[in-house]
């Protein structure tokens, strides 16, 4: 018993380790610690390797873009504009124009994935791929940026995820997206107390 949960671990000590980093950053997400991104950084390069041979290619994408946003991320709130008394980034809230902007951008992203992947690679959940990821370049960005309702979108991915990673025997990974969705609940409610009302819009 104790030779096969070791042999198990070995097999899955990436996967076990992206699921560590994860939950990491996602507890210094919702305590807007800035380490987030360090962790973030760690948590993309893992996963690039494990999306890939699972045939998530849209997914994989998504971790080198997270290597990016993860650096302007830790840009922005160390040294991005409207920074209140205390020298922080605050939360705020998203404008109709930015929702309206990001949804169209939304659109555009699934559509070119979407026939990317039914097209020219074998993913066996194209547009459940192309839907997460689509939704989560906009949910990064918004968190780059530290807009409050990224925490819905996260909400939405993260419970759909789950799903996907499980069907394609992902297990501790859709562990860590059943554990997401939650957190993601508690970030969103976290990050409201914490705002300032006269800096509720950006």
């Known amino acids: 018993m104790n030779q096969s949960i070791i042999h198990w671990i070995t097999e899955n000590f990436i996967e076990l380790a992206g699921m560590t980093t994860g939950l990491v950053y996602l507890y210094f997400s919702i305590r807007q610690n800035i380490l987030l991104w360090l962790f973030g950084i760690i948590n993309a ?3 690039i390797y494990i999306f890939l041979i699972s045939k998530f ?15 302007y991320g830790w840009y922005n709130w160390k040294y991005g504009n409207n920074r209140d008394t205390t020298g922080e980034l605050p939360v705020s809230n998203i404008t109709r124009k930015i929702t309206r902007d990001l949804f169209i951008i939304c659109l555009l992203i699934f559509a070119v ?51 996907m990673y499980f069907y394609r025997d992902l297990y501790p ?30």
């Open 45 to 47: 390069g893992l996963y």
């Open 173 to 202: 990974t859709a562990f860590l997206y059943f554990v997401f969705t939650f957190m993601a609940i508690t970030g969103y409610y976290q990050w409201k107390r914490s705002m300032i009302p006269d800096k509720q819009n950006i």
């Open 113 to 163: 994935l979407s026939f990317i992947l039914k097209n020219y690679t074998d993913s066996p959940l194209p547009l459940g791929d192309s839907f997460t990821s689509s939704l989560s370049i906009i949910a990064s960005w918004m968190l780059a940026r530290k807009i409050l309702e990224h925490w819905l979108l996260w909400i939405v991915v993260d419970s759909f995820s789950m799903g």
């Open 57 to 71: 290619y849209a997914g994989a994408g998504l971790q080198v873009y997270y290597l990016f946003i993860c650096i």
